[in-house]
């Protein structure tokens, strides 16, 4: 193989290895988008991640009064939401009240859902991992988490990890 014939080779090399790189980066991409995709608009209900393994499952709902609990899935209004993209944070809005879901403060756990105002308490951030989403309250920081009938807000981590994991149906 002459010295041409080696600069054909390594330029090839060259494109072959660049364009593999730009594939990569695109499917990132795509895959981001894909799943950022999945989270926005709705309606859906969230699942509890726990409850899937241990039947039956249960559902995020909203009360008439506020209060956030999980219950029996039944396909209820109630326990339907929808999503709207923010670059600060998803805004979660009930299709029943068309209230947001709030995450209280550092000092209290309660998550309710009140009149949306645009706010950081009504700001989510949305991460999947292989056991489902985690939901991060921007205002505190602590993520969406459950005991198994209430739903509260608690460091992210701390305790069961699929206590603050969610399935979107």
Same mark, same amino acid.
């Given at each position: 193989m ?7 080779v390594l330029?090839i090399?060259?494109a &072959?290895v660049?364009?593999?790189?730009s ?18 608009? #709705? ?13 039956p499952?249960r559902c &995020?709902t ?7 609990n ?18 600060? #944070?998803?805004?979660i ?22 009149a949306?105002n645009?706010?950081?308490?009504q ?6 991992d ?10 505190? #920081? ?8 209430a739903v ?5 981590g701390?305790?069961?990890p ?8």
């Amino acid at each position: 193989m002459g010295p041409w014939d080696m600069k054909k080779v390594l330029l090839i090399a060259t494109a &072959v290895v660049s364009f593999a790189h730009s594939l990569s980066a695109m499917a990132a991409v795509s895959d981001k988008q894909d799943a950022q995709a999945m989270i926005t608009g #709705g309606p859906f209900r969230w699942v509890a991640y726990f409850s899937v393994l241990n039947p039956p499952s249960r559902c &995020v709902t909203a009360t008439e009064g506020g209060q956030v609990n999980l219950s029996i899935c039944d396909g209820g209004r109630y326990q339907m939401w929808s999503h709207s993209q923010n670059q600060l #944070g998803d805004e979660i809005r009930n299709v029943q009240s068309d209230l947001c879901l709030q995450g209280g403060s550092p000092s209290s756990p309660s998550v309710t859902t009140q009149a949306c105002n645009g706010g950081n308490a009504q700001r989510w951030v949305l991460t999947q991992d292989r056991l489902g989403w985690s939901m991060r309250n921007v205002s505190t #920081g602590y993520c969406l988490d459950t005991n198994g009938s209430a739903v509260l807000q608690i460091y992210c981590g701390l305790g069961d990890p699929a206590r603050q994991r969610w399935i979107q149906q």
